[in-house]
């Protein structure tokens, strides 16, 4: 364009009617943007107070601890926050909208405007509803685990905040995935193809990680079933030893000895807990054929009695089961005591002390191996080194000749 036509359009421009029209849009935007601003403010403040926060010494609103009410106060808080996020914008927006206008520019169509607003305002409802079924759904997982934990005491809190995390988590990918799909569908997207693209590709993920998906849900139906919790001392995946972690993908298991053994939850397919109720400590004795049998239980049972008045680990008396060996060279009785989970080895090996201390004083044998060694007289020996037998535990052997 030439500089002269440039200056004669400016020119036309500038006329006084021209002016005073540029004047008053100008004056109706800034009017806009005021009302604009002061009802954001007044609609802020107002959600402010509907959806207030007070915190009296960790207390909601109601007076109840917080977490424990109805409605949470971090659920109070996102709600807040998501509605003067969307009234802010939103608002503004509508005000840049009717700004164009009032100049006479416009870029969007009325239709397309209705349209675009209908599809926004559809988003905004999936978003807001998405959000608060995420707040309800976290809150009630919550409040199921604080009850579990506190009035049925079914779970350590170590298994109930991994569980309570895992579910919280699974809920907002779901809640979220369903929502995006339905964002897409607002756009008339095609979201059957997706639906079969993504199972397709999660069956190709399945296969290629198949130990690992079978490691994690082990480990979830372990801390949902409470096979066992750390510090239990188990028997699992070939391992006996003392639980130390529990995790959704492996197990630590520390052996008295002190390896630690690290098993991944996939392999542990059978579980033997040792300190789920009492156990049972068992001692067998075995004594001389020539002794007394009745004589023997006897001075077992008043053993017995006594090792229940001294040992706290013992829960009741123990009781002398009888004869159940009849074995090379010893009759084997056996007895049972009711002990704590965590110390009845230690109380099979004190009770095995006080019986063989009992059955010294009673001056009952308990047979033991034995050698007895032979030598023949030297003037009836033929051989020029001689010949010693020897009798252990029921054979025969001839030593080296030196």
Excluded at 103 to 131: E, N, Q, W
Excluded at 145 to 171: G, N, W, Y
Aim: charged content about 20%.
């Amino acid at each position: 364009m030439q500089p002269e036509m440039l200056l004669v359009r400016i020119k036309d421009w500038l006329t006084p009617q021209n002016i005073q029209a540029f004047l008053t849009d100008l004056v109706l935007s800034g009017v806009v943007l005021a009302v604009t601003y002061i009802l954001i403010k007044i609609l802020t403040r107002l959600l402010g107070r509907l959806l207030k926060d007070d915190r009296h010494g960790g207390k909601e609103p109601d007076g109840t601890p917080e977490g424990k009410s109805a409605v949470s106060g971090s659920f109070i808080r996102s709600v807040r926050i998501l509605l003067q996020t969307l009234l802010l914008y939103g608002g503004y927006f509508m005000a840049a909208v009717v700004i164009l206008e009032i100049f006479d520019f416009s870029i969007i169509a009325p239709g397309d405007l209705k349209s675009l607003g209908t599809k926004a305002l559809k988003i905004i409802i999936i978003l807001v509803g998405a959000r608060l079924a995420v707040n309800f759904g976290q809150l009630a997982v919550k409040h199921i685990f604080e009850k579990q934990e506190i009035d049925d005491e079914l779970m350590t809190t170590r298994r109930a905040q991994t569980l309570e995390v895992l579910l919280r988590s699974a809920l907002t990918y779901v809640i979220f995935f369903i929502a995006g799909l339905m964002v897409l569908q607002v756009f008339n997207v095609n979201t059957s193809a997706i639906l079969a693209s993504a199972g397709i590709l999660g069956l190709a993920v399945g296969f290629g990680a198949q130990n690992l998906v079978k490691d994690v849900i082990s480990g979830f139906f372990i801390l949902f079933e409470d096979q066992f919790n750390v510090g239990d001392y188990v028997q699992a995946g070939g391992v006996v030893g003392t639980v130390e972690e529990i995790g959704l993908r492996t197990c630590k298991i520390r052996q008295w000895t002190g390896q630690l053994d690290v098993i991944p939850n996939g392999e542990i397919t059978r579980v033997t807990n040792y300190n789920r109720g009492q156990m049972l400590a068992v001692v067998v004795v075995g004594i001389a054929y020539e002794e007394d049998i009745d004589r023997a239980i006897a001075v077992l049972k008043q053993e017995c009695e006594q090792a229940y008045r001294d040992i706290k680990a013992i829960l009741d008396v123990p009781r002398v089961h009888g004869v159940t060996e009849l074995a090379d060279s010893s009759v084997n009785i056996r007895t049972v005591a009711p002990a704590q989970p965590d110390e009845y080895w230690a109380v099979e090996r004190e009770l095995r002390r006080r019986f063989k201390y009992a059955l010294d004083r009673a001056g009952i044998e308990i047979p033991y191996p034995r050698r007895v060694l032979y030598q023949r007289d030297e003037d009836n020996q033929k051989s020029a080194n001689g010949q010693v037998e020897a009798e252990a535990g029921g054979y025969f052997f001839e030593p080296g000749t030196g």
